[in-house]
């Protein structure tokens, strides 16, 4: 029968593969894995997307399928998700642009949430002593479909920020995952079919969007604003 304690490195190398793969050092990967992300990013401009076009060698299916992957690795190294949204209706229409924001959604959460909670959690777990964090932190737990769906529906926190928080809290994938493919479609919609109508800003299309995502706008300062003092109330009477 195989001994797996025996198996296990003991003395110096015992105590490099402990180090390696404590919480702090995958914290410290995560980290990392950021930064050159989001150096990467800033060299690539994927804003030229709105100006200079769409690679001539993808066309179609083909087309739409790496763009969304591409915006699923940019939301998860910062980028904001308007712009994307922006590019996909001025790329591809609304009805494909679209179909590959949300997919592209989809794909960046997860990839943030994955990377968040493989290499983040076990070490910023302990950190949340703070009332109004124990009290996020609690929030998404416990009411995790609920709370991500509102975060999606009104925008009053930067995507790739709720993304990370989540992944921290002990939020299962399925909720997480579902609240996002559904949650996103309203403004991201709105942002498609402004994208796609941006060569005529006078058109009663553009104006509509653009009033929808303004109203989404004030809904996510209210709700913000709103959970503040929830959060806040929260954290008091854990206190107590």
Known sequence: ???????????FAGRCVRVLFSPWSRLGLLVTLLAAAGCLVLLLRPQRLLSGGWPNQFTGAAAVVV???AYGICTAAFVPRPLLNLAAGALFGSQAGLLAAVGGSVLGAGIAFGLGRILGQEALRPLLRARWLRAADGQLSRHGFRTMLALRLFPGVPFWAANYCASVSRMRW???LLATGVGVIPNTGAYVV???RAAT???PVFLVAMGFIALTALGGLLVAWRKRHRLRGAGTSADR
């Open 194 to 196: 402004a994208g796609s």
């Open 201 to 203: 800003p006078t058109s």
């Open 174 to 176: 399925s909720a997480f």
């Open 67 to 69: 763009f969304a992957a």
């Open 1 to 11: 029968m195989f001994d797996h304690a025996a198996a296990r490195p003991t003395g």
